[in-house]
């Protein structure tokens, strides 16, 4: 009964968002339904966004995702951004790593994610900007948005399910998707 439940959650997701969720449906089948449900803890992770700008969370979960290195994540994470109502040019624009030519929230979103992933001390001045700014719980948003975009592609992986990015499409529009992202 659980595993049809979860099946068919799965099945809603997938049509909502245009993303195969045949690896958890495998899980289900080869494990039982109880295997899914620490992912189904993680879309809760993601769920707390407080007091950041949408611009902002969704950078910072493009460039983590991309990190990540999954181009099927990382094409639902651009989904999810343009239904938050992220413009096209701006998701492009943390693509491609130019980061100079994005609004300020999505900068520092952006910079904040890059900084995250390298693990190389160079956050401290964007952090201490966006307490500034937006306070305690915006960054405690950017920084689950971050964990949950590198969850399930390093999970995919693991399990033998990662899918290398090359191309991801971006209104309407197929564009690169850099496989690492630099310091």
């Known amino acids: 009964m659980l595993n049809r439940i979860v099946k068919n959650r799965l099945?809603?997701?997938?049509?909502?968002w245009n993303y195969d969720t045949s690896y958890?449906?495998?899980?289900?089948?080869?494990a039982g339904a109880g295997a899914v449900m620490p992912l189904f803890s993680l879309q809760k992770?993601?769920?707390?966004?407080?007091?950041?700008?949408?611009?902002?969370?969704?950078?910072?979960?493009i460039?983590?995702?991309?990190?990540?290195?999954?181009?099927?994540?990382?094409?639902?994470?651009?989904?999810?951004?343009?239904?938050a109502g992220v413009r096209p040019s701006t998701i492009r624009a943390v693509l491609a790593g130019d980061f100079e030519a994005l609004p300020e929230d999505a900068r520092l979103g952006a910079e904040l994610a890059r900084a995250t992933v390298a693990r190389d001390g160079s956050g401290?001045?964007?952090?201490?900007?966006?307490?500034?700014?937006?306070?305690?719980?915006a960054l405690v948003s950017l920084a689950y948005g971050m964990v949950v975009a590198q969850a399930y592609p390093t999970f995919k992986y693991a399990i033998g399910h990662g899918h290398a990015c090359v191309r991801v499409r971006v209104g309407g529009e197929d564009v690169p998707a850099r496989a690492t992202v630099h310091a």
């Open 11 to 16: 099945g809603a997701f997938e049509r909502e």
């Open 24 to 30: 958890m449906r495998e899980i289900v089948d080869e």
């Open 45 to 61: 992770l993601g769920s707390y966004r407080r007091d950041v700008p949408s611009e902002a969370y969704h950078a910072a979960g």
């Open 63 to 83: 460039v983590a995702s991309q990190a990540a290195g999954c181009g099927p994540c990382l094409q639902l994470g651009v989904a999810m951004a343009e239904r």
């Open 124 to 137: 401290d001045g964007v952090r201490a900007e966006i307490l500034r700014r937006w306070g305690r719980r």
